[in-house]
């Protein structure tokens, strides 16, 4: 196989170790099965489709990959949840219903290398018995849509799919599914039951545990696009040998997504917890923008909790615990949560002095309160009430009091819905609340006269009043 080269600007920085965007925006590669076949490819298929099922499940299992998708719970492990006296049909569904802000990596793939998720899909559906699958892609990525329906094409009519792949005498479908552009399908019941064609209202767990009662009632294993690509990888590693890679219990590569006020933000691949947060914003981003100091990092997509640029944060317990900076924090799935946040979608927001907390706090929550399914009370009423207050802070008409309102809001949303629709629109709350209810607060009234608590503090008003402005610039009549 040879050694891939990329398009200018896209070569990978020294830190990066390019497992699953091996071919992003690499040199003389299209999306074409005759180019994927090749490189190799599909050979991992062939090789698992020597193997028992159970033998694919247990080299995911010893490989410890956990999702890539935001929860990061053992891959091997979810697999083996599907009943073993089942006697119903068993269903696989991809979720690239990537819709988190700050969250660009499945895109990618679905663009550019749809033959690596699709190899990765086969082998999965293969280890648990699937023999019907479905690939959800969200709204917003319609030449996405198009780009995996070919692919599909392609690969059943080199006998990759369909009846007796490769003379295995394993059988497998795979259908492309649309939604309709709605946040709450990336949570797994809210996508099964528009799936079904119903609205994506998430159902209770338990007892809907998908792997026990999913689409249609029967065992559904739901993985996220780039989790099944690193499937194809650990049969060809083995599951020992890939686990080698990254960190203990934070295995292999994952996909970061820079987003916010660095140099060079972009996508880079890491082995996990490898790098530190600081090695990621100042080497692999270029660094703040001149004269700039980090205020917060989102570490994990909008959902995560904040964390604090001056802030330390203490991991381990006893004679173990040590104190790091936020520039120290290995990016992996266990140091940032016991920093009090999460890996998340890999989506990492950086916010740098020039920002008002109350306009990013703000714009978070106007995202939730739009995208709430409203099937919960607590998260209906909750994430637009949030919204409102947020507004009247960046407006200026907010009393303090509002700040102790905003945080007791989120407070009651927070474990009390069906799904983690309610912890993703009242973590960023309480969160940013914690860190910084001084800037909050200063940028309401200090009494009924109008009066601010910090007259200097102009911000929130002058994001508000851009924002304002960008949204009448997009608003232009169509002409009928």
């Avoid at 949570?187 to 998908?210: A, Q």
């Avoid at 599951?239 to 219990?249: D, M, S, V």
Wanted: charged share 25%; with cysteine.
């Amino acid at each position: 196989m040879s050694e891939p080269t990329y398009k200018a600007g896209k070569q990978p920085h020294a830190n990066e170790y390019r497992l699953i965007f091996r071919n992003i925006d690499r040199e003389g590669w299209d999306t074409s099965i005759d180019t994927y076949l090749n490189e190799g490819g599909y050979g991992e298929l062939k090789k698992a489709l020597g193997m028992e099922p159970g033998q694919v499940t247990n080299e995911v299992k010893a490989s410890g990959l956990r999702g890539r998708g935001g929860a990061g719970f053992p891959t091997g492990v979810k697999w083996t949840f599907i009943p073993p006296n089942n006697t119903k049909p068993v269903y696989l569904i991809c979720n690239a219903d990537e819709s988190e802000p700050g969250t660009f990596k499945d895109r990618y793939i679905l663009h550019q290398d749809p033959h690596q998720l699709l190899e990765g899909l086969i082998i999965a559906c293969f280890a648990v018995g699937a023999h019907l699958a479905y690939i959800y892609i969200r709204e917003e990525f319609p030449e996405a849509a198009q780009i995996v329906e070919k692919a599909i094409s392609e690969a059943k009519a080199k006998g990759f799919l369909g009846k007796d792949i490769q003379g295995s005498g394993f059988d497998l479908e795979v259908y492309v599914h649309r939604g309709a552009g709605a946040y709450i399908c990336g949570e797994e019941t809210g996508l099964i039951e528009s799936l079904e064609g119903k609205r994506p209202y998430p159902r209770i767990k338990p007892p809907y545990f998908p792997a026990a009662m999913g689409l249609y009632m029967c065992p559904t294993i739901v993985n996220n696009v780039e989790t099944l690509c690193h499937v194809k990888h650990i049969v060809k590693m083995g599951g020992e040998e890939y686990a080698k890679l990254g960190t203990p219990r934070n295995t292999g590569t994952r996909i970061l997504c820079v987003s916010g006020d660095v140099r060079k933000p972009g996508y880079f691949e890491v082995e996990v917890g490898k790098i530190t947060m600081g090695q990621l914003i100042n080497d692999m981003c270029g660094g703040l923008k001149e004269g700039r100091k980090i205020k917060a990092v989102i570490p994990g997509g909008s959902s995560a909790k904040v964390l604090r640029g001056d802030e330390k944060y203490t991991i381990g317990k006893g004679d173990d615990a040590k104190e790091l900076s936020l520039l120290e924090i290995p990016m992996d799935f266990d140091t940032l949560m016991a920093c009090g946040s999460m890996a998340g979608s890999g989506g990492v927001i950086v916010i740098d002095d020039s920002r008002s907390i109350s306009w990013v706090l703000n714009n978070i929550n106007n995202f939730y309160a739009h995208e709430s399914c409203g099937q919960c009370t607590p998260c209906r009423e909750g994430s637009l009430w949030m919204k409102k207050i947020s507004d009247r802070i960046v407006a200026g008409t907010a009393s303090p009091e509002d700040v102790d309102t905003l945080d007791s809001v989120a407070r009651n949303i927070d474990g009390r819905t069906i799904c983690a629709f309610g912890e993703a629109c009242s973590w960023p709350t309480e969160s940013f609340v914690a860190k910084f209810r001084d800037e909050l607060t200063a940028d309401t009234k200090a009494d009924l006269s109008g009066t601010l608590l910090n007259p200097e503090s102009k911000l929130a008003a002058a994001h508000l009043k851009s924002q304002q402005e960008a949204q009448k610039t997009e608003a232009k009549p169509v002409a009928v």
